[in-house]
């Protein structure tokens, strides 16, 4: 990131953000966001600053390897809310990698021909969608290309802003996360007991516990649940 930041103090800025110190209050922002509301005040206040009359995020958070629960925050009008429950921006999310318009996504519709879809992955246990509109200001420069960019530095820090306001959170301990870490390995019991240097009986209690905050019938589903929920 050291070297992202002082590549960002030596070019010429454009546009949503003009300055290094506009990124890095941005980036503040969202390390500060601990609750959904505030994602999307924080989301909707950039909106504002920047131009974006849509600035809209959608956490695809995953409920097992085939579903998953979707959280909508950011600035958007209900004519644009309707189209943001579409399973091919999904698909394109898991998959895709580039800005693309809204409009090749979905049925050709003049009212969506400005808007644009950007997949936010790179933290493990999340895909996302940002779904916006470029900036009148912003075409006069250089295209909207320099746009991705910049989300693309600013997308690790939405997408934990987006994790912490996740409401069904299961809290595990560091102990547990380790015995769970080690059953993953396929490690027995008492094998993690003496890697962890406790007893047999106290992992078993751990993992115990690690099935029921998880509402799991045995440790190979908890295992299951905390992968998905980028807990280990």
């Known amino acids: 990131m050291e070297l992202t930041m002082k590549k960002l103090n030596e070019i010429d800025f454009?546009?949503?953000?003009?300055?290094?110190?506009?990124?890095?209050?941005?980036?503040?922002?969202?390390?500060a966001v601990e609750q959904g509301i505030e994602l999307t005040n924080?989301?909707?206040?950039?909106?504002?600053?920047?131009?974006?009359?849509?600035l809209a995020f959608i956490?695809?958070?995953?409920?097992?390897?085939?579903?998953?629960q979707k959280h909508l925050y950011g600035k958007y009008g209900a004519d644009v809310e309707c189209y943001l429950d579409s399973e091919e921006i999904y698909k394109y999310c898991r998959n895709g990698f580039r800005l693309t318009s809204l409009e090749s996504l979905l049925a050709e519709r003049s009212d969506i021909e400005q808007l644009y879809v950007l997949p936010l992955r790179g933290v493990y246990g999340i895909v996302g969608a940002l779904v916006f509109n470029i900036p009148k200001d912003f075409l006069e420069y250089k295209g909207i290309e320099l746009i991705d960019w910049f989300w693309t530095i600013l997308s690790p820090y939405l997408l934990q802003a987006a994790i912490r306001c996740?409401?069904?959170?299961?809290?595990?301990?560091k102990r547990e996360r380790d015995c769970l870490m080690w059953a993953c390995e396929g490690k027995?019991?008492?094998?993690?007991?003496?890697?962890?240097g406790v007893s047999e009986r106290t992992v078993n209690f751990h993992l115990s516990n690690c099935?029921?905050?998880?509402?799991?019938?045995?440790?190979?589903?908890?295992?299951?649940?905390?992968i998905v929920k980028n807990l280990i």
């Open 211 to 226: 099935i029921e905050k998880t509402n799991s019938a045995n440790r190979q589903q908890a295992i299951v649940k905390c």
């Open 59 to 68: 956490d695809y958070a995953p409920m097992s390897t085939a579903t998953y």
């Open 166 to 173: 996740r409401t069904d959170k299961i809290n595990i301990t």
């Open 188 to 196: 027995t019991s008492w094998e993690i007991s003496q890697i962890l």
């Open 42 to 54: 924080t989301l909707s206040d950039i909106a504002l600053s920047s131009g974006y009359e849509c």
């Open 14 to 31: 454009y546009g949503p953000f003009e300055s290094s110190s506009v990124l890095n209050e941005v980036i503040a922002k969202f390390e």
